[in-house]
């Protein structure tokens, strides 16, 4: 396993629509494992392989629960409205309030290849649309409603 090099805002691939994955291999799941080890050293909720250089369909989400890990994931359903905070390990310097659905069903495939669905809500349901709209090169600061000012914590 290995850190990769995060993609920060102005650069041009995180602007791209990432590309199915077609076959899962080994070059996959050590995709999967290197972003989870990334996104665990930059204390994120979630990590789109677009913001390490990668355009595939491949996402890692861990609000608490342990990491999540999706292979070309498809929002199916989504219901009901969250605004809430949201930050990006790719935005560093921003946060701002973003409306997202409350609640989202995802169809993925797991590092198996497996069809599976997750139900997510609150700060599943966001990270799930936040890494998703990731693969589409949609940022969370096109969808800001009102920026936030970064307050550092004096000890």
């Known amino acids: 396993m290995a850190i990769r090099q995060l993609r920060y805002e102005g650069d041009p691939i995180l602007r791209k629509v990432s590309r199915e994955v077609t076959e899962i291999n ?8 290197d972003m989870v080890e990334t996104m665990y050293e930059h204390e994120g909720v ?5 913001q390490i ?3 595939r369909r491949v996402v890692v989400i861990d609000v608490g629960d342990g990491p999540i890990k999706l292979i070309n994931p498809e ?3 989504k219901d009901g409205e969250n605004v809430d905070v949201e930050g990006c390990l790719s935005i560093p310097s921003r946060s701002g309030t973003v409306k997202r659905p409350e609640r989202v069903k995802v169809k993925y495939l797991d590092e198996n290849g497996e069809v599976k669905v997750i139900e ?5 349901a966001r990270a799930l649309c ?3 709209d990731h693969l589409n090169g949609i940022l969370f600061i096109d969808k800001i409603i009102e920026e936030v000012e970064y307050e550092l914590d004096e000890q």
């Open 26 to 33: 080994d070059r996959i799941r050590t995709l999967l494992e």
């Open 46 to 50: 979630g990590l789109a392989a677009p």
């Open 53 to 55: 250089g990668i355009l």
């Open 75 to 77: 929002i199916i359903e």
């Open 120 to 124: 997510g809500s609150g700060l599943l």
């Open 130 to 132: 936040h890494e998703i």
